[in-house]
């Protein structure tokens, strides 16, 4: 091992064990918070040689993980599964940065070129309401997803269309809209290979990232 990989790898270690020492006790009874995810970035970039892009996979939800908190998700993460969401396919994971992210596949979300919302959705967005209202430290950021089939532009704004369509439906069961973000990614954050059936289907989706912020 040459002393350069040697060095990246002692600047990784000694970011981790910096992360883990300013956990505050809220973290210590919940998920990591964003120092610690932002720590990680910065340890993945010593290592990869690309910081930015390694701070993007610590704090998870790009510039709004500045104000995130660590929180407790083990209610609202049971509530959204016993929603409907497990028996969908949806997922319910905690992530490293602090945040909840609830990806929902296309196959439950919409029909093809459509932003119209699926009948079998809604109780799951519902669940995802009920939290926001119930917790109001708790703020929401939808992305939308597509796969890489088709025109950049089209993609884009379809992406963008399903990520809104979410956070409207939140809005009008009572969420503030000043707590909710919707962006679209169109095809520019795969998650699967674009060359195979199966890769396009992951990679056509949505995720809502649950976050809690300092009041």
């Known amino acids: 091992m040459n002393r350069r990989i040697l060095n990246k790898i002692t600047i990784a270690c000694a970011v981790g064990v910096l992360a883990a020492g300013c956990a505050t006790e809220q973290q ?9 995810g932002a720590a990680l970035g910065a340890g993945l970039g010593a290592l990869i040689g690309d910081s930015s892009r390694a701070a993007a996979i610590g ?4 510039a709004v993980a500045g104000g995130v908190v660590g929180y407790n998700w083990g209610g609202i993460k049971r509530d959204v599964e016993q929603s409907g969401a497990t028996g969908l396919g949806i997922d319910v994971i ?3 940065d602090g945040t909840l992210k609830v990806n929902i596949p296309s196959n439950v979300s919409f029909d093809t070129n459509s932003f119209a919302l699926k009948p079998e959705l809604l109780p799951v967005l519902d669940s995802v309401a009920r939290a926001l209202k119930q917790h109001p430290q708790v703020r929401a950021k939808v992305v939308g997803h597509t796969d890489s089939t088709g025109q950049l532009a089209y993609n884009q704004k379809l992406s963008e269309n399903r990520a809104r369509a979410v956070t409207e439906y939140l809005t009008r069961q009572g969420v503030p809209q000043a707590e909710l973000m919707a962006e679209g990614r169109g095809p520019n954050d795969p998650i699967a290979d674009n060359g195979t059936a199966e890769g396009r289907a992951a990679n056509r989706r ?10």
Do not use: D, H, K, S
């Open 28 to 36: 210590n009874r919940a998920a990591i918070g964003t120092g610690a």
């Open 59 to 62: 704090a998870g939800i790009g």
């Open 94 to 96: 905690e992530q490293p």
């Open 206 to 215: 949505v995720e809502i990232f649950l976050y809690a912020v300092q009041q």
